[in-house]
C-alpha cells in the first residue's frame, strides 16, 4: 500500500476521534495557507530590475546533453537533425548523447549510426546498459565526457525540435544578461484546436512562476532548453539522483550558492505533451513530488528557510517554484469524507461539524487557487472559452494525483517515470481514474448527507470531490485527439 493510501484510510478513520482530526486538518490548513501566502507574496513582490552585467567571455562553446532511454530513433534522431542545422555564429557546439538501459539494441543503434556519421565528431553516442541514478546519472556521465572548451551545457528532451537559431540566440542572452544559466519555456507542437487548452494547463508555471523569477534572478531549472555555466554545475557537485526532480534540485542548489538564473520567456523549440491521462498523471506526480523532495535536501532545507545568503525576495520564488504543484486535497478529502460518515454513524455533533467546515475550505480554497491561476495565463494570452475550460478539467483532474504524491514526497516515496513518446492508438481510461471514481462515489454520499444536514459549506466541498471524475473524462477524449494528431503528423 502506498503511503498516501495509508494516510488517506487513516485520516478517515481519525474522524472517530474528533479532536484529533480537528488537529491535524488545522496543521494542513496552516501549511496549506503557508504555501499559498509564499506563492501570493511572490507574484507581489515589487518588480526589481534584473541585474544586467555582459558576461566576459570571449567564446562560447556549448556542450548538448540529450539523455535517452527506450525512445523512438526517429523520435530522437529528428531532434538531432535540428543541431547539424543550427544557424552559425561566434560559438561552437557538440552534442552528447547518452542512451541508458535500452534493452533493444534495434532501439538505439539507429541512434548511434547517424551520431557516427556526422562531420568531425561533433555528435557523440554512448550506450551503457545498468546506468544508475536514473536521468540524473546518464547526465553526469555527458559531463565527463564533455569537450575541454565547453563553457556552458545545454539539456534537451528527445522529443524536442529546436530552431534553428536557437544556440544563436542562447549565446547572445548568456552574454548580454551575464546570468549564470538561463531557461527557455517549454513549448508543445500539435498544440492547437484540442491541445491548445493542455497546453494552457503547462503554461501556467511559465507565466505565473518562471516569469517572476526573473524579479531576481531566482529561476530554477526545468530540465529541458536549459543553458547552463560548465563551471556553476561542476562548482556545485554536477546532478543528483536523490530527488525525482534532477533539474528543479540543481537549480536550487545554484541559487544558493548564489548564482544566478534567468527565465527567457521566447519560445525556441517544441516538445511532445503526455499522450493518455495515466502518463500525464505520472508526470504531473514526479514533479510535485521531486519539487517537494528539493525543499527537504539537507543541505538545501536551511538555506531555503533561514539562509540569509539568499534574501527574502529569492527565497520566495524559489520557493514558490518548488511548490507550484504541491496539493493538500488527500487529507482534507479524507477528513470530509471521514467526518461526513461521522455523521451518519454517531449522529450530529459541534466537533464533527468542526471538522467537516475546516475539511470543506481547504478543499475550496484549493479548487479555487488552481482555478485563478489558469484563468490569468489564459486572459493574458487571450485565449477562447473552450480552450480555457479544457485547461481547468485538465488541471481538476491532476488535483488526485498531485495530492497523492504530496504526502507520498512526505513520506519519502516516489518512482521515476520516463514519460512515453510512442503513442498508442488504443488506451484504457479505467485504471488511470480509479481515484477519480472513488472520489464521486465518496463526494455523492458527503453532498446527500451535507444537504440532509443543511451544511453549506460541505455540500459545495463535496460538489468539488465529485468535479475530477467528469474533468478526467474530458481530458482524456482530448488527449485522444491530441495523439491522434501526433500520430497523423509525427
Known sequence: MKPSSAVFLAVVASAAIPPVAISVMSIVLLLQLTVHAVQILALC???????????????????VHLATRDEPPQ?????????????????????IVIDNNTADPAVWRPVAQYCQQQRRGQFKFIHLDRLKGAKAGALNLALDCTSSKATHI??????????????????SE????????????????????????????????????????????????????????????????????????????????LCCHPYRGRFVDRPVGTGLMPFDLATLQKQRARWTSGNAQTIFQRDLLAPLLFGRLLGRRRRLLILSQLTAWLQFTLVSSA???????????????????????VASVSILLAFVAAIARLVAVGGARRVGARAMLSAIAARLALLPASGR??????????????????????????????????????????????????????????????????????????????????????
Not at 470530509?336 to 455523521?343: S, Y
Not at 512526505?410 to 481510461?429: Q, Y
Open 45 to 63: 513582490l515589487g518588480r526589481k530590475p534584473p541585474d544586467k552585467k555582459s558576461a566576459a567571455i570571449a567564446d562560447v562553446f556549448f556542450s
Open 75 to 95: 523520435l530522437v534522431i529528428r531532434t538531432l537533425e535540428r543541431f547539424s542545422g543550427q544557424l552559425e555564429g561566434d560559438f561552437g557546439y557538440q552534442v
Open 154 to 171: 545545454v539539456t534537451i528532451d528527445a522529443d524536442y525540435l529546436v530552431e534553428a537559431d536557437f544556440l544563436s540566440h542562447a549565446a
Open 174 to 253: 548568456i552574454r548580454l544578461s551575464g546570468a549564470d544559466y538561463v531557461q527557455f519555456p517549454q513549448s508543445y507542437r500539435h498544440a492547437t484546436g484540442h491541445g491548445k487548452g493542455l497546453s494552457l494547463e503547462f503554461a501556467d508555471y511559465f507565466y505565473n512562476y518562471a516569469r517572476p523569477s526573473n524579479w531576481d534572478d531566482a529561476m530554477l531549472l526545468t530540465g529541458t532548453l536549459s543553458v547552463i555555466s560548465l563551471k556553476a554545475v561542476e562548482s556545485v557537485g554536477g546532478w543528483r539522483s536523490s530527488t525525482l526532480t534532477e533539474d528543479a534540485e540543481l537549480g536550487t542548489r
Open 335 to 357: 477528513a470530509l469524507i471521514g467526518a461526513l460518515l461521522a455523521f451518519i454513524g454517531f449522529g450530529p455533533s459541534l466537533a464533527l461539524t468542526v471538522l467537516a467546515s
Open 405 to 490: 504524491a504530496t504526502v507520498d514526497a512526505v513520506a519519502g516515496a516516489g518512482t521515476f517515470h520516463v514519460t512515453a513518446k510512442r503513442p498508442s492508438a488504443v488506451v484504457s481510461l479505467g485504471p488511470a481514474v480509479r481515484d477519480h471514481c472513488a472520489l464521486f462515489v465518496s463526494g455523492t454520499v458527503c453532498m446527500a448527507v451535507a444537504i440532509g444536514l443543511q451544511l453549506t459549506l460541505p455540500a459545495l466541498a463535496a460538489l468539488c470531490l465529485m468535479a475530477p471524475l467528469p474533468a478526467a473524462v474530458i481530458t482524456s477524449a482530448e488527449l485522444k485527439r491530441y495523439r491522434q494528431a501526433v500520430l497523423q503528423h509525427e
